[in-house]
């Protein structure tokens, strides 16, 4: 068979049902004003939920490094790990009070890590099943047995937890990427603790945007993450620039360094990548006034759609999905938007389940209410064309 075969019919009916995917191209600064497909937008797509991949000292301060070099010219157990890249570990462990933090290039390979090191085969995953996609994919590299339970909720990853063979340990996001909607972790815990489980909580859209002083979901609900749970986080989110790593016990760390196969095997990140991430760091932790602004712009949002009539999710955070059911609509209102100067994309299946194809508008620090209101009444010019 040629190739061509079998994809050009495949390819043809994703066209047919709006599911193609095509890359839009940025040719400005990536920020909350770009230049897309030759058109100026305002960008409510990105996931820089506090502007920090604008920030100029960042890069002043990171082209100023003499030993900030852009390569690393090998994997951290080789001859890649510089200083750099200790003392950032060492910051973000500090922050978060965890013992150990360990760097990864990005937030799909620390997914794919965890449950393959930790993890053997006979032990069972327990996963909320709207968990991002690098969490099922590390699951799938993983030698133990991968179970799911309905979307937050509780009894069924109860049940799972009570037929689980093995070490079990429960895998969810945080914040979901798609919906903006947080997991229970109280009742997570309180259900870890009673089924000795192990956890893992990717906190990609958590960290820098949630709890008091941005330490994300745990610091959200006053919780404390013990020697058997392990965070996730990426820098590419709210630090603004790009990379991940996993915060959790000196011991668990030590077991990803001898045993994970997406740290091990691979470059490390840039020095420079490392050192840009250590400013970001420091602004995070300074940015309270930003993660008050960005509250008052969903709450804005939430407020003011709703009287629109708009259907919202249950999200308190920058991410706030408007579910419209088949990709088409989506598509269609994207397009809409995307011609009075907003970019804001349809999200449809696979990313989502078939039947909530959406619109995943995401706000950042760095938008104004005027930003807001703008895009609200280009909603509400475009909610007629919904029934
Ligand atoms: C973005 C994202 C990742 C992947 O992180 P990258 O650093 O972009 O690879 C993992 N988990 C969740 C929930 C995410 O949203």
Redesign the pocket.
């Known amino acids: 068979m040629r190739l061509r075969d079998r994809f050009e019919p495949l390819l043809q009916q994703r066209k047919q049902a709006e599911l193609f995917r095509r890359v839009p191209l940025v040719t400005s600064p990536i920020g909350t004003r770009i230049q897309l497909n030759g058109k100026t937008l305002v960008n409510f797509a990105a996931?820089d939920y506090l502007g920090l991949s604008e920030d100029p000292d960042i890069r002043r301060q990171v082209c100023a490094a003499d030993d900030a070099t852009f390569g690393s010219g090998a994997a951290h157990l080789i001859s890649g790990h510089h200083l750099h890249h200790h003392l950032l570990e060492d910051e973000l462990s500090d922050w978060l009070g965890v013992e150990r933090v360990l760097l990864f290039s990005?937030?799909?390979?620390a997914?794919m890590a965890v449950q393959q090191a930790l993890m053997q085969r006979g032990d069972t995953l327990i996963h909320d099943k709207l968990n991002?996609a690098?969490?099922l994919d590390g699951a799938r590299l993983s030698e133990a047995e991968l179970k799911r339970y309905p979307h937050r909720n509780m009894a069924m990853l109860e049940k799972r937890l009570r037929a689980a063979e093995g070490q079990a340990m429960i895998v969810t996001?945080g914040v979901f990427?798609m919906d903006g909607d947080m997991a229970p972790l109280p009742d997570i815990l309180e259900l870890k603790e009673k089924h000795d489980a192990w956890l893992l909580v990717?906190e990609?859209?958590a960290f820098g945007v949630l709890g008091e002083h941005g330490r994300g979901s745990f610091e959200h609900f006053g919780l404390q993450a013990d020697d058997d749970t392990l965070r996730?986080g990426?820098l590419?989110?709210a630090f603004g620039v790009f990379?991940?790593f996993v915060a959790g016990s000196q011991i668990a760390i030590d077991a990803l360094i001898n045993l994970a196969r997406p740290w091990i095997y691979t470059t490390a990140l840039p020095p420079a990548n490392a050192l840009a991430a250590r400013i970001a760091l420091k602004k995070v932790q300074q940015a309270d006034a930003a993660r008050a602004h960005l509250r008052a712009l969903i709450q804005h949002f939430r407020a003011e759609a709703e009287s629109l009539g708009l259907t919202l999710w249950e999200s308190e955070t920058p991410i706030q999905p408007l579910i419209l059911g088949d990709a088409a609509t989506a598509v269609a209102w994207s397009r809409a938007l995307f011609e009075q100067g907003f970019h804001v994309p349809a999200i449809r299946p696979p990313t989502v389940p078939k039947g909530s194809a959406r619109l995943r508008i995401t706000f950042s620090a760095c938008h104004t209410l005027e930003d807001v209101a703008r895009l609200l009444e280009a909603l509400a010019a475009l909610y007629p064309c919904k029934s």
């Open positions: 996931n990005t937030g799909y390979m997914n991002h690098s969490l996001d990427s990717d990609a859209h996730v990426t590419g989110k990379g991940a």
